[in-house]
């Protein structure tokens, strides 16, 4: 097994390559001796190698005297549901999110959906596998039960009382689940609204993603992209809604077909909490004016976070926020564990717009135009090592750009250049999936400062080694 599958957050790797079937069995067995769960929910997405590793992982927790629930195939914020809703002892789900088909691994949690990270015991699972323990029965008196509960109703029950399904406007939209479970879960929640799917995309689970653009089942990739919105402009769609294979991020399109930025829904739907009850609101620092005036101006407070889903959680549970958002699609609920869910955003922005009586691109053209963001611009880079001193570089290099003010490292590098009434920002940071770095710029009410700055610091990174994965928003 190659250990490097053991990342920040959740274990990912190639499966043939990083790890064989019966490496997963060795992970249980040694989660079970660092946190002795007495009880474990255990499910698996659409993958067409995870019901093998579901196997081999239910058989390592119960020959370890750990009983399991066996959730079948899911989307992983059903995990967090039926980890708190039966409170389990732990929780398991086999995926590699938006990762290629070839790719697998897990998403684990603990007592009450908390997050197994880096932080929280991730790297001491890990440690125990590097260490042999011993992977035979390790009560020596009995092995776990297996046993399995529907529990799909109960699921859509908890996610339906976020809104008011009644209060819906007719409303005509595209659905593009890549290939996972997103697109049966939102037929059953749009069930007796006047809500109407004019055209599915990838709707039918399907672990192969053959049929996906690049057999990469990413809302973000601009292949996948293009083709959400070519369906918006051939249906008339009042809006899309896209989820990664795992179906816990979720994205929108306007009726114009273009991408709405993560931020700009995140200041939407934070709006929308502050004005029910005052509190806090967590969010990443890749982009964060348009959040920042949301929040402040709703008398909320805003807290920033190092990205991804175990820290924004950590965050969210010590300041009890009542709501959180990534740029990456993640969005995250008090009143859902703490938890990201795929389909809680997806039906409260169909509330959003039926109340307000505007369509999407109203809701959010205010936004693009005060609050530019330049969308997020991958580099690679030949050796991990050249990640860090290209950080180094940046850094110094940011007296050449104006007046810079550096803020707290929370994630990264990010520095603001203010002036007046204008300014921009950047945030510079190293993927804690893959080995890139991610650049995202914004400004304020000038978009062509935003295509200098971005292209200014692009060709910075470029000089020094930095191969662009990602094309330029105003790239043809």
Known sequence: MNLDIFRAYDIRGVFGVDFEPNDFYRIACAYTTCFQPKTVAVGHDVRESSPELWRQVASGFQDSGVDVLDLGQISTDMLYFAVVYYQMGSGVVITASHNPAASNGMKLVGQHATPISADTGLFAVRDAVRGGISFARQNGHHRGNLWTIPFLDAYLSHIRSFVDLQGLSEKRIVLNANGGLAGQIADRLLVDTPIQVCQRLYTEPDGSFAEIPGGRPDPLRPENRELTTAAVQQTGADLAVAWDADADRCFFFDETGAFIEGCYITALLAEKFLRQRRGSVIFDPRAVWAVEHAVISNKGRP????????????????????FGGEASGHYYFRDNFYADNGMIPFLLMLEYLSV??????????????????????????????????????????????????????????????????????FNLRESNTESLLRLNVETIADAELLIEKTMQISEKLESIGGKRETKFRWET
């Open 356 to 425: 307000q009586g505007i369509s999407l691109a109203e809701a959010v053209n205010h936004l693009r135009a005060t609050y530019p963001v330049s969308g997020e611009t991958n580099f690679s880079f030949e050796r991990r090592c050249e990640i860090r001193d290209a950080l180094d570089a940046v850094n110094a290099s940011i007296d050449c750009w104006g007046d810079p003010c550096v803020e707290a490292p929370i994630d990264g590098l990010s520095v603001r250049f203010l002036s007046g009434t204008g300014g921009w920002r």
């Open 303 to 322: 807290t920033l976070s190092r990205c991804g889903h175990s820290f924004i959680k950590a965050g969210m549970r010590e300041s009890q926020a009542l």
